[in-house]
């Protein structure tokens, strides 16, 4: 069984390449296995991972066309959304080892639905990788199709800011994304991610966003400027 990849291979020569000519990480879905939870499993999923809140909890909304984000969806909302027809998940959590993850991808194989993933973070500027990684997925993905993270407001947010721009929408709009409306606060760690496309907005005029975040981005030095308090609200 193929497993996903979610790092820089050894040799960044065998890699495939972005539209900018930048080497990214092997972008294929993520292939699903049978998965069967223990109870200790699902505890976890439901309790640390806070599903038991996502039941009724959504956090969702159509943010372009064919294009949706929202929190983890429980599989009983994968069915759902695969009822209405959405052919595509795209889960910004990565692929980790979880009960949540596993959980998730069993699910999707079951259903029938594509799963891609890319390790966006919430409280620090993502990586390169994960940031070009996204936009090669938008260039393959099947749509309909479903963003998401854990509770839908940050790397969401800034997920489907990344498509917007994919799409060559206005800078602001794709910026609106990150909103008190998805529970998105501009203060604190996560106001990092507002940072990050401030600075993009700077430049967009002369630059596209994939080139920009091959050639330009640099999130150790956006973090270290963000933590001494020099961008944005903190």
């Not at 294929?28 to 505890?43: D, I, L, N, S």
Request: proline content about 9%; glycine content about 6%.
């Amino acid at each position: 069984m193929e497993k996903p990849t979610n790092t820089l291979p050894e040799s960044a020569e065998s890699a495939p390449e972005t539209a900018t000519g930048a080497p990214v990480p092997d972008v294929v879905p993520h292939a699903g296995e049978p998965f069967a939870p223990t109870f200790r499993h699902r505890w976890k999923y439901a309790m640390a991972d806070h599903a038991i809140l996502r039941r009724h909890w959504r956090n969702f909304k159509e943010f372009a066309p064919g294009a949706y984000r929202s929190n983890h969806p429980t599989v009983a909302r994968l069915a759902e959304y695969k009822a209405q027809g959405i052919r595509s998940v795209l889960c910004l959590r990565g692929a980790p080892p979880s009960a949540a993850f596993r959980i998730e991808a069993a699910a999707c194989a079951e259903l029938g639905l594509t799963l891609w993933t890319t390790p966006l973070r919430a409280r620090k500027a993502p990586p390169v990788e994960a940031v070009l990684r996204a936009f090669e997925i938008f260039r393959r993905i099947d749509k309909p199709f479903l963003l998401h993270c854990k509770s839908g407001a940050d790397r969401a947010g800034f997920g489907s800011a990344l498509y917007l721009l994919h799409l060559g929408r206005p800078v602001e709009e794709a910026q609106a994304q990150l909103s008190w409306k998805h529970w998105h606060i501009r203060r604190g760690p996560t106001a990092v991610l507002d940072a990050v496309l401030d600075l993009y907005a700077q430049d967009a005029a002369q630059i596209g966003p994939e080139e920009w975040f091959a050639t330009r981005y640099d999130p150790v030095a956006i973090q270290a400027a963000f933590e001494r308090g020099e961008l944005a609200y903190r």
